[in-house]
């Protein structure tokens, strides 16, 4: 028999009932700890317990045999108000064992700015400070469910002619409960962005500028930028949509030696920049901090505080003039002086230097070093010959001399489209790539006898289809390679 404590709470009958259901239930169940058996009262203390805990929906009975035992099961709504029985419970045991410290019990200050409410800090430059911060409308809907639950205390006492009362507390109370402590999902959050602007002097004048820039260019809402969901000039601030994966630069390994994956990913920031340079925008700004993470493939551009916005009437700019970042700015822009032209083509220097960030895992590629062994993608990765394709790209960014590089991201947008074409196709078989086995070799076109083989390029079968490829061998330890010349037949 499972014994029951002779002064069983109705939480421990409701365990009780829980634990074996459809199972007789008498007086010999009720232990007493001092004479081994129950009185008559005690057991009709319980027996109102149980009666009461019928009446208000939590147990139904089963049955009752002829030898006076009754048989029970719990409903629904008795194991939702055990299950907030059993959190009361662990609350008080918990508070009990390790008491708060007065100065823990009092109320947090939060803070709100326009509504929003800080939460922590996300990062902090020159210019500004970021905070992660819960939507207005997920704030109220945290009051509106706190003040429920405070209202819908199912251990209050039970009073009224009502028998659903207290099932109805324990619903209200479980539903509001989930509500308020539910995690906040992104559409809840946003990222505040405070910007530190002195009261007045020229350097309050740009500060301010920046603002007015950034929230111009949000505005437009248009695609692969963050969404701006709230914006106060007069008090310094604006709230963007919050990016739970970050930017690159809390991500360096992300693309790290995947030269396919980066460059789906690169080629959704690049066509972005593509559209800004259609209307003759500079973001000047490009670099892994800026660029988020919203999707594997799909990337996004924030931070357009030093953007260069076409006919602005007056120009964000100092006498000596930096373009952006100095680890990723070109060289021709920094020139010391203010720059009369911005051109795209700056652009196009970083997302050069962007991409090599997003494949070699590192953040930082100095100056036009891209060919030296010790930065060279081919170097770092000598096994994997996709790694031409992306330098092929950089070496059409990352140069000394400006009429070297890509006018626009338009240009680029269209050379990375080819080569993600040319690698989900396969390897270029007019291109020779670095041996896969020693490392050391190129692969050269072999040329076949047409007596022996019929033809230079050879027909194959894959799983019941034919595919093209050519023989290429190395040029050091001989190994042979073929490489797909097309794709395979629809």
Not at 63 to 71: A, L
Not at 459 to 487: E, W, Y
Request: aromatic content about 8%; some cysteine; glycine content about 6%.
């Amino acid at each position: 028999m499972n014994d029951l404590p002779r002064t069983a709470s109705r939480r421990v009958l409701l365990q009780w009932v829980a634990g074996h259901p459809n199972q007789p239930f008498d007086p010999n169940m009720l232990v007493s700890l001092s004479t081994g058996h129950t009185s008559d009262l005690e057991w009709q203390v319980v027996l109102r317990d149980m009666e009461d805990l019928k009446l208000q929906g939590y147990i139904n009975q089963l049955k009752q045999d002829s030898g006076g035992s009754t048989y029970w099961t719990i409903t629904g709504s008795g194991e939702k108000y055990l299950k907030a029985l059993d959190t009361f419970e662990r609350a008080q045991e918990v508070e009990r064992l390790y008491p708060s410290p007065p100065a823990t019990k009092k109320r947090n200050n939060m803070t709100f700015i326009g509504g929003w409410e800080q939460l922590r800090p996300l990062g902090e430059g020159g210019q500004s400070k970021v905070f992660l911060v819960r939507s207005p409308s997920r704030v109220q809907e945290r009051r509106n469910a706190h003040q429920q639950v405070l209202s819908s205390n199912p251990w209050a006492p039970y009073v009224g002619g009502n028998p659903n009362e207290q099932v109805d507390r324990i619903e209200r109370f479980a539903t509001n409960l989930a509500a308020y402590s539910r995690p906040d999902e992104p559409s809840d959050l946003g990222a505040l962005k405070m910007f530190k602007i002195e009261k007045d002097g020229k350097d309050a004048e740009l500060a301010l500028g920046r603002l007015k820039n950034e929230i111009a260019v949000l505005k437009e809402n248009r695609p692969g930028l963050l969404k701006l969901l709230e914006a106060n000039e007069a008090e310094r601030w604006i709230v963007t949509e919050y990016m739970p994966d970050g930017a690159l630069d809390k991500n360096p390994k992300m693309y790290e030696g995947n030269a396919l994956g980066a460059l789906k990913a690169f080629r959704s920031i690049v066509d972005t920049v593509a559209w800004l340079h259609k209307d003759k925008y500079v973001h000047r700004d490009i670099k892994p901090a800026n660029v988020f993470l919203a999707s594997h493939e799909q990337l996004v551009l924030g931070d357009f505080g030093i953007v260069f916005i076409p006919d602005q009437q007056e120009r964000l700019t100092l006498t000596q003039e930096r373009v952006g970042p100095r680890d990723y700015m070109p060289q021709w822009g920094d020139t010391g002086a203010r720059l009369e032209d911005v051109h795209t083509n700056f652009d196009v220097y970083m997302l050069g230097k962007l991409l090599w960030c997003m494949v070699t895992g590192k953040l930082k590629l100095p100056r036009e070093y891209h060919q030296k062994p010790t930065y060279s993608v081919r170097a770092l990765f000598p096994m994997d010959p996709r790694m031409a394709a992306i330098d092929a790209i950089i070496k059409r960014c990352v140069v000394e001399e400006p009429e070297q590089c890509f006018p626009s991201a338009i240009e680029l947008f269209a050379l990375v489209n080819a080569q993600i074409d040319s690698l989900e196709r396969g390897i270029d078989a007019e291109d020779s790539q670095h041996c896969r086995i020693c490392g050391k070799g190129q692969y050269r076109k072999a040329v076949l006898d047409n007596n022996v083989v019929g033809k230079p390029v050879i027909t194959l079968s894959m799983a019941g289809k034919p595919i093209d490829v050519s023989m290429f061998v190395c040029d050091v330890c001989r190994h042979v390679q073929f490489f797909g010349t097309n794709k395979e037949n629809d």
